[in-house]
């Protein structure tokens, strides 16, 4: 179990009893083990409110060995987490739409318009339609079955079981959710750039909004394999890889991309996902410039799903009854979560950001899943509670 001494303080400007309720609730959930491991926080008009870091980047190496060092340390402000699926609205999506601001890319127009060699039905898909999700693709694209050996992996391969995927149903029938869709997306940017996804976004995501630790992998190593990020939190002990990942995508599909996929990939801090946030909330505006046009900013804003099941814009899930952040958030919030055990949810009319970045898959995937959802509605329904 981890300790609770490790806490960071911070002193926010709301209420002793708002903080203090959200600290019993963090405080049960890493006892009932949803998680090892928390960075969180949530920010008025860029004001810090509350801002925790409490738990273990690995539990089982926290503990100091025979000659009195500790191989792993506390969560702190810098601790990176693997965001999961942050990565397809504070990565691919933006740079969608830096790529459209830029004329490289039109949303409009297919899929196979770009990537050659995918099947035919996926390549007559228009990419707003990946954007939202009513591709029609599958859920998961399983590319890990194509490798039976891990140790062994071909990107090369890998892309070429991605380009064979067909859709389940019709382009524009409904929203579901589609991992397939955003890795698609991710190659698309690769074509049109000449980058992998990872270098696209350190240049033009990470550097011009400032980001300090936010990356993907450092580089794909001569067996296939993601190179490790370094000062990562560990998640789950997986069952095709054999060991605990550490500084390596968990998502296995965008493992077998090197670690560089348009559905997970990316690795980020809290102020790195505070400074991405914080550009939306102030309409496309970062350090006083301009990064994204009003245009793409409403299109992250504003839903494009109607009568389609959910309600989706070009990347975020826009509140309704049973999404994440619970039911006090106002129609105009949106905002994403990360099958790892992260999220991040924006409410404009109170230019309120909640942020969440825990490990919670270090437990297991399946036992916690269901904490971790309950969890997310009671921390986002205390902080609008007291905070908003």
Known sequence: MASMSNVTEFPPRASRKGRDSLDALIDEALLDRTFPGIACGIWIDGHPEYLRCVGFADPALAYPDSAGSAKAGPIAMDTLFDAASLTKPLATSLLVMKAREAGAIDIDKTAGHYLPGLQPLTAGIPLHRLLTHTSGLPAIPAIERRFPSPSSLDRDDAISELCA??????????VVYSCAGYMILGLILER??????????????????????????????????????????A????????????????????????????????????????????????????????????????????????????????????????????????????GHTGFTGTSLAIAPEQKMLAIVLTNRVYYGRN?????????RVAFHSRAFENFA
């Not at 990872?198 to 296939?224: H, N, V």
């Not at 991405?276 to 900013?297: D, N, P, Y």
Request: proline share 4%; with cysteine; net charge neutral.
């Open 165 to 174: 995927i067909r859709p389940e149903r019709s382009c524009g029938e409904a």
């Open 192 to 233: 049109v750039s000449g980058k992998l996804l990872g270098d696209l976004y350190r240049t033009e995501i990470a550097e011009p909004l400032g980001l300090p630790k936010a990356t993907f992998a450092p580089g794909i190593g001569r067996d296939g394999a993601p190179l490790f990020v370094e000062g990562a939190a």
């Open 235 to 334: 998640t789950e002990f997986c069952a095709w890889r054999k060991r605990r990942m550490r500084g390596q995508v968990h998502d296995e599909s965008a493992y077998c991309l090197g670690g560089h996929s348009g559905n997970a990939g990316l690795f980020a801090s809290l102020e790195d996902i505070f400074l991405t946030a914080s550009m939306l909330i102030q309409e496309g505006s970062a350090g006083g410039r301009r990064f994204l046009s009003e245009k793409s900013i409403a299109d992250l804003k504003t839903e494009k799903t109607a009568g389609l099941g959910e309600r989706r814009s070009f990347g975020f899930r826009l509140h309704e009854t049973g999404t994440f952040e619970g039911p006090l958030w106002g129609p105009s919030s949106f």
């Open 367 to 375: 036992e916690t899943m269901q904490k971790m959802a309950d969890f």
